[in-house]
């Protein structure tokens, strides 16, 4: 079983060991974060925090029975009730259903606890995984992503609206 957590301090050493361990199996579909994530993460994370207690960000992990992370989930809020959602499953959780619960989770949670009423998403073409994964969660493709919005690679725009899920 694995649950769905709001993003703390003390997640850190987690997220920075999921990040590590499935940095390569995640450059297979987006574009790498590169070195200097990785060598400043402590630095990333407190980011994120700030931005979180701001109100500009509401940053997820699926954490899994053993307190390892499975997942992030990443709503970048925007003034006018819209957030950019983005995603990443581990390996050894991919293929089984648990990104599109998660994503439906989190949209659940973006307007009911965040108050929002809209979300996108962007994914590569050539991701066809995340792009199911958006389907089944109810987006909706409504045009292409400019490619610096998908790592480089052409892709297209999902939304959602969260004002038909009530």
């Known amino acids: 079983m694995s649950e769905l957590q709001l993003l703390r301090a003390d997640h850190g050493p987690a997220v920075l060991a999921f990040e590590v361990e499935n940095r390569g199996y995640f450059r297979s579909f987006i574009s790498d974060r590169g070195d200097d994530y990785f060598e400043h993460f402590s630095d990333v994370h407190g980011r994120r925090l700030l931005e979180q207690e701001a109100g500009e960000g509401a940053y997820y992990v699926l954490v899994a029975d053993d307190d390892s992370v499975l997942g992030r989930f990443n709503l970048i809020i925007h003034d006018d ?42 994914t590569a073409h050539d991701n066809e995984a995340s792009q199911r994964v958006l389907l089944k969660a109810g987006f909706v493709p409504v045009g292409p992503a400019d490619p610096n919005d998908v790592g480089g690679n052409p892709g297209t725009w999902h939304e959602l609206d969260l004002t038909a899920q009530t």
């Open 81 to 122: 009730g819209v957030a950019e959602l983005g995603y990443r499953v581990a390996a050894r959780a991919a293929g089984r259903g648990v990104a599109t619960a998660a994503v439906r989770d989190v949209c659940q949670l973006a307007a009911e606890r965040h108050g929002l009423r809209r979300l996108r998403a962007a």
